[in-house]
């Protein structure tokens, strides 16, 4: 059994890559450990890199057009279902791999790949002190819950982890239809493990291995941009329109509100604040059906780019 590691990189050099550099110093250390995981990286900066190297074996595509994280998943996810991989490692290229992490997800890799109900085994991932993934889903002020520390098993309710770090199950991916192209770039993880949980699949909790990552969110200033973060709130927005009732829509509106007031206490930049306020009028002024509908429209954009990247899948290159 082998798993297939994708790395979603934009403009930053492969030698800088804390992912990367974790991957490198993981893999070339324990050639067992390289026996059984391939290593993609998914380049979806400007320009190609034209002579892309590391000290491991990779597979090297670039898009010509960058269609974020949920285009590259996907493609990737019909890569491992052409080369008949049953798991996918997902990375973004800020992460802090260890050999570790790499030993400890492969044992619950081969552990659960009979168990055809778990769709996906996510670490504890911490931002400085702060458990920033899993969660659990919960209608309350916050809209989430953190779970019990060090236990593994089956997470409870509707669970929901960041993308980087997590091993999805590719037959669970294909049995929901990938990931969503409405959501390109933020809530595509939002999306997916909502629709694991509809379906009835289960998210297992590796809580015996912990990886480090810097969230945006949780240093605006220094880690986040007005436009990613004016992104993020329109897809936190469609994502809540389309897939939470009402009374989960009226925290949100809430939520927002106390938003802008903190950013507008905490922040050096007074825009983030300005998007949230922006944001929370937009959820008040608008009726849902014209904010969904808004939101469709412009999703529809990116559709015919999509199916021209995932077309020309053909090109990937063995480093």
């Known amino acids: 059994m082998k798993i297939l590691a994708v790395v979603v990189r934009y403009q930053t050099p492969l030698t800088e890559s804390p992912t990367l550099q974790g991957l490198c110093d993981a893999l070339s250390s324990q050639p067992d450990l390289a026996r059984r995981y391939t290593v993609m990286i998914w380049d979806n900066s400007l320009e190609a890199i034209v002579n892309p190297q590391l000290s491991i074996p990779f597979l090297y595509r670039h898009s010509k057009v960058n269609l974020g994280i949920s285009c590259a998943y996907n493609c990737a996810m019909e890569y491992a279902i052409e080369h008949g991989y049953p798991w996918m490692l997902l990375l973004d290229q800020d992460t802090k791999i260890t050999r570790e992490f790499l030993l400890t997800m492969l044992g619950h890799c081969l552990d659960l790949l009979p168990m055809e109900e778990i769709a996906a085994i ?63 770039l933020d809530y595509s993880d939002f999306y997916v493990f909502h629709q694991f949980f509809v379906h009835g699949m289960k998210v297992w909790r590796a809580a015996d291995v912990e990886i480090e990552h810097d969230l945006s969110v949780m240093d605006y200033d220094l880690l986040m941009t007005p436009s990613r973060y004016r992104n993020l709130s329109f897809a936190e927005t469609a994502f809540y329109d389309l897939y939470k009732g ?74």
Request: overall charge positive.
């Open 122 to 184: 996510v670490p504890t991932i911490r931002t400085g002190r702060i458990v920033v993934s899993p969660h659990r889903q919960l209608f309350s002020l916050t809209g989430r819950l953190q779970y019990p520390a060090g236990e593994c098993g089956i997470a409870a309710g509707e669970a929901s982890a960041i993308n980087s770090g997590g091993i999805m199950r590719v037959a669970a991916l294909q049995a929901i239809g990938g990931f969503s192209t409405d959501f390109w």
């Open 246 to 319: 009402r009374l989960e829509n009226a925290g949100h509106v809430l939520r927002l509100l106390a938003r802008a007031m903190k950013q507008r206490m905490k922040c050096d930049n007074p825009e983030f604040s300005r998007i949230s306020w922006d944001q929370f009028l937009y959820r008040l002024k608008v009726p849902r059906a014209e904010r969904i509908a808004r939101w469709l429209t412009e999703c529809k954009k990116r559709s015919p780019q999509q199916a021209q990247i995932t077309d020309e899948m053909g090109e990937l290159i063995l480093r």
